[in-house]
């Protein structure tokens, strides 16, 4: 339950409640970006942040996302549970 | 060496090797902890330590979550899911954690009614859509989840979810360090500090480490290259004898950590007097419980809970090898008595276990491909052959 996830902001859904729509491997799940929220444009459409169990923790830049996602590719199962983890999720 | 033409970069993987190599003192047997559960699966799974030299041992520390919970607590957990009208939700890892009385797999077989969830806000979600009954989330893990429980509970008392509350098993990483600094049983000589958690809590928590205690600390990211370099930084202020914080996983990491998150943690929750740790007994002021401000949403204060210490089966060494004494493959019951399927300890349940990790990716793995048709039958001999190769994780 440590992994964090790099995810890409595809959408900002819900501004009131600091919801985000993020990407990660073609799995499209709503995200919590309170936790970055320091100012208007703390976060928009298109940056990368890295996410763990539902809430964005940290920015990151592309390139560490690029690496993050190949290395979680690389372990396998645990990714894959994770994914299907981050899937099940229903975040409003 | 067989995996480091996989790594992302297997030439920098070999050149910090070598970099390691050059700064071990002759002699010197060094002991480094790695704080964090996922980077003790990092190091299992890329066999990091055939890539150090002998001398070189990398220690795995307390920092799983799953791992950490006393029995008492999950015996808590199954007595409020069995309760009539609770709907249970859980992070799937702690879904096979024995109880004295089985674990919430075993509750949900008898009828309880459990749920896993990704993320405290589908908890939060259940709950809307479930007023009439009681929905109770599991809160479990270091600063790293925290602050999405604390976030949670904000929103659930602004939204006025009155049927949601948190039964909060949030413990802080730092006090549990200093209870290994001041264990008897083990000397450390650096530690590769936790990456997750340091987003939160930002490096200054670790200076007393460095300045009080004198031993390195390098907060490190989970790829093997992190790892790899983490212990490069550590054996590098070692050798030239100095003792500081440093950061290796920059690109995540601010030096102040998240402040808007430590805000959060700080409005709904407060320092509990004590809390008990799997293996390493209680802890003053080393978890955190919710603020009077959030009693309302605390599952401890709605619901009557046993709330008794629970020994730990007394085959089960999870303690030891939580605190760093033994290796997971010394134990007596492992991959034996306990595997990830049937555990008998927490360490065997999370992936970030370091006895799952073994179990996994450790030598036994092969062991165990090759010994399919007498499963059992290998256990007493593989203690001795194991510790001869030591250094750990070789998948033998």
New interface residues.
């Given amino acids: 339950m440590c992994l964090g996830i790099p995810g890409k902001i595809v959408e900002i859904v819900d501004l009131d409640n600091r919801t985000a729509k993020i990407e990660v491997s073609g799995v499209r799940r709503n995200v919590d970006v309170g936790l970055l929220w320091d100012g208007p444009d703390a976060v928009g459409v298109g940056d990368w942040v890295l996410i763990h169990v539902g809430f964005a923790i940290s920015r990151i830049d592309e390139g560490e996302a690029g690496q993050m996602l190949s290395a979680l590719r690389a372990l396998g199962e645990p990714w894959e549970e994770e994914l299907a983890d981050l899937e099940s999720s229903a975040i409003e | 060496m067989r995996f480091v033409d996989?790594y992302?970069d297997p030439a920098l993987a070999r050149r910090l090797a070598e970099e390691i190599a050059g700064l071990v003192e002759p002699g010197r047997h060094y002991k480094l902890m790695e704080v964090?559960?996922?980077q003790t699966?990092t190091i299992v799974?890329w066999s990091l330590p055939e890539l150090l030299p002998a001398g070189v041992e990398l220690v795995h520390g307390p920092?799983?979550?799953?791992c950490v919970i006393p029995m008492g607590r999950q015996d808590d957990a199954i007595a409020i899911a069995e309760r009539p009208g609770v709907i249970f939700t859980t992070?799937?890892?702690m879904m096979r954690v024995p109880s004295s009385n089985g674990s919430l797999l075993d509750a949900k077989a008898r009828g309880a009614d459990v749920r896993?969830?990704?993320?405290?806000?589908?908890a939060l979600?259940v709950a809307r859509e479930n007023p009439d009954r009681e929905v109770v989330f599991f809160a479990i893990?270091?600063e790293?989840?925290a602050?999405?429980t604390a976030?949670t509970l904000r929103?659930a008392r602004s939204e006025r979810v009155g049927n949601f509350s948190v039964f909060c098993n949030h413990v802080t990483i730092i006090p549990a360090i200093k209870a290994i600094l001041d264990s008897p049983d083990l000397r450390l000589d650096g530690f590769i500090g936790p990456g997750?958690v340091s987003?939160?809590i930002g490096l200054n928590p670790y200076r007393f480490i460095a300045r009080d205690h004198g031993k390195p600390v390098v907060v490190s990211g989970?790829?093997?290259l992190d790892v790899l370099q983490g212990t490069q930084m550590v054996m590098r202020q070692l050798a030239e004898g100095r003792s500081e914080v440093e950061n290796q996983y920059l690109?995540?990491?601010r030096e102040q950590g998240?402040?808007?998150?430590l805000e959060?943690i700080a409005e709904t929750m407060e320092l509990r007097s004590t809390f008990e740790w799997r293996g390493l007994g209680f802890i003053s002021q080393s978890a955190l419980k919710l603020r009077p401000a959030y009693a309302e949403f605390d599952a401890e204060r709605r619901f009557e809970v046993p709330g008794v210490r629970v020994a730990d089966p007394k085959a089960c060494q999870c303690g030891e090898v939580l605190k760093g004494v033994i290796r997971p493959w010394e134990c007596k019951v492992f991959g034996t008595a306990c595997t990830p399927e049937r555990p008998i300890g927490t360490c065997m349940v999370?992936?970030?276990g370091a006895c799952a990790a073994y179990y996994n990716y450790g030598r036994h793995a092969g062991r165990r491909r090759l010994d399919r048709s007498r499963p059992d039958s290998d256990a007493p001999a593989h203690a001795a052959a194991a510790d001869a190769a030591s250094a750990a994780g070789g998948r033998g």
């Fill in positions: 996989e992302r964090c559960g996922g699966h799974r920092g799983c979550p799953v992070f799937g890892d896993m969830v990704y993320s405290p806000l589908d979600k893990g270091f790293t989840t602050p999405s976030l929103r997750h987003t939160v989970f790829e093997p690109r995540v990491v998240n402040p808007l998150a959060a999370s992936s970030e």
